[in-house]
C-alpha cells in the first residue's frame, strides 16, 4: 500500500503541481486542500504518514494543524515563501522547512529522507 502525502495549499498551479509530482512517485495523495477546515477534516477522517503543508492557506496559518501533526508524531515538511523561516524553524523544530519554489527532485529527495527512520 502507497504511502499517504497530505497536501495543504492554496496556490492552484503549485497544488496540482505538488501532487502529480508525488502520484507519480507511487504516492497516494490527499488533497490539495486550499483551507484550513478542509484540511483539518482530512486528517480527522484519516491520518497521513506525512503532510506538507503551506504556511499560509486561504484562510489562515497552519501552525495549529502542523502543532497537532507533529504531537500525533506525522511528519511535517512545511512548505513556503514565508519570509519568517528561522522563527517558524525555531517554532517547529520536528518539522522539516522547504521554501518554495523548490525543484520536484529537491521536493522527492525531502519528503525520502523524512519518511526514511534514522
Known sequence: MALRILVAEDEFITAFDLCDTFEEA?????GPHAG?????LACQ???????LL???LADGLT?????????????VI???????AQEIAARFPGATMLP????PALLLQTVQRVLTPA
Open 26 to 30: 507511487g504516492y497516494e495523495v490527499e
Open 36 to 40: 484550513i477546515s478542509s484540511v483539518m
Open 45 to 51: 477522517k484519516e491520518k497521513p504518514d506525512l503532510a
Open 54 to 56: 503551506d504556511i499560509e
Open 63 to 75: 501552525y495549529e494543524l502542523a502543532q497537532k501533526l507533529l504531537e500525533e508524531n506525522v511528519p
Open 78 to 84: 512545511l512548505h513556503s515563501e514565508h519570509a519568517d
Open 100 to 103: 518554495k519554489p523548490c525543484p
